[in-house]
């Protein structure tokens, strides 16, 4: 589906129609407002299985993403100490809002071949030249968010990463899970 902002211009960012519900469920969670030391793990742990210089985890309000897991290989020790200007980015910014509004996978082995994610803020900004992300679908059905890794370097993640990212967003479903069975 096409859609168009009030100039008649055609939306680069999809139109998320559950962002009331997951920023609710988020809530719910406990998600998606501060650094959480499982998720920081976990990225780190993404990023060495994967062999790229940058994983996150994050959480996707109605507003706005939220990074509760950050691994860049530049500033290993960023997690708990990166600022709210590495956590925080509007709706408009990076592939994770169109990893959520699809609710499926999205490889971009070079962000350049394709127009429209290479006018993407973050290409300039973070470097970003190659992407691969998986939502994290909850029990209930909700994308609450996506894992994903980043890369100045073009990647051929091919099918291999495509399956890699996808096993890795269950590994991080079940961390969400285990942490509502938690409390």
Same mark, same amino acid.
């Given at each position: 589906?096409?859609?168009?902002?009030?100039?008649?211009?055609?939306?680069?960012?999809?139109?998320?129609?559950?962002?009331?519900?997951?920023?609710?469920?988020?809530?719910?969670?406990?998600?998606?407002?501060?650094?959480?030391?499982?998720?920081?793990?976990?990225?780190?742990?993404?990023?060495?299985?994967?062999?790229?210089?940058?994983?996150?985890?994050?959480?996707?309000?109605?507003?706005?993403?939220?990074?509760?897991?950050?691994?860049?290989?530049?500033?290993?020790?960023?997690?708990?100490?990166?600022?709210?200007?590495?956590?925080?980015?509007?709706?408009?910014?990076?592939?994770?809002?169109?990893?959520?509004?699809?609710?499926?996978?999205?490889?971009?082995?070079?962000?350049?071949?394709?127009? =429209?994610?290479? /006018?993407? #803020?973050?290409?300039?900004?973070?470097?970003?030249?190659?992407?691969? @992300?998986?939502? *994290? +679908?909850?029990?209930?059905?909700?994308?609450?968010?996506?894992?994903?890794?980043?890369?100045?370097?073009? =990647?051929?993640? /091919?099918? #291999?990463?495509?399956?890699?990212?996808?096993?890795?967003?269950?590994? @991080?479903?079940? *961390? +969400?899970?285990?942490?509502?069975?938690?409390?």
């Amino acid at each position: 589906m096409t859609t168009f902002d009030e100039s008649g211009y055609r939306r680069l960012t999809p139109v998320d129609t559950h962002g009331a519900e997951r920023a609710a469920r988020l809530q719910e969670l406990g998600l998606g407002e501060r650094p959480e030391p499982e998720f920081e793990e976990f990225a780190k742990r993404v990023a060495k299985t994967l062999g790229v210089p940058n994983a996150m985890v994050n959480f996707i309000s109605a507003t706005q993403q939220y990074v509760g897991g950050l691994y860049s290989q530049a500033m290993p020790d960023e997690g708990a100490s990166a600022g709210p200007e590495m956590r925080t980015a509007p709706l408009d910014t990076g592939y994770c809002p169109h990893v959520i509004a699809r609710g499926i996978a999205l490889v971009l082995e070079d962000v350049c071949d394709y127009p =429209r994610f290479a /006018g993407n #803020d973050i290409v300039d900004r973070m470097n970003v030249r190659s992407y691969l @992300g998986a939502p *994290l +679908i909850d029990r209930t059905g909700t994308a609450l968010g996506t894992l994903c890794v980043i890369d100045s370097e073009v =990647r051929p993640w /091919g099918r #291999d990463g495509l399956h890699a990212i996808k096993s890795l967003a269950s590994e @991080g479903v079940e *961390l +969400i899970h285990s942490r509502e069975r938690q409390g």
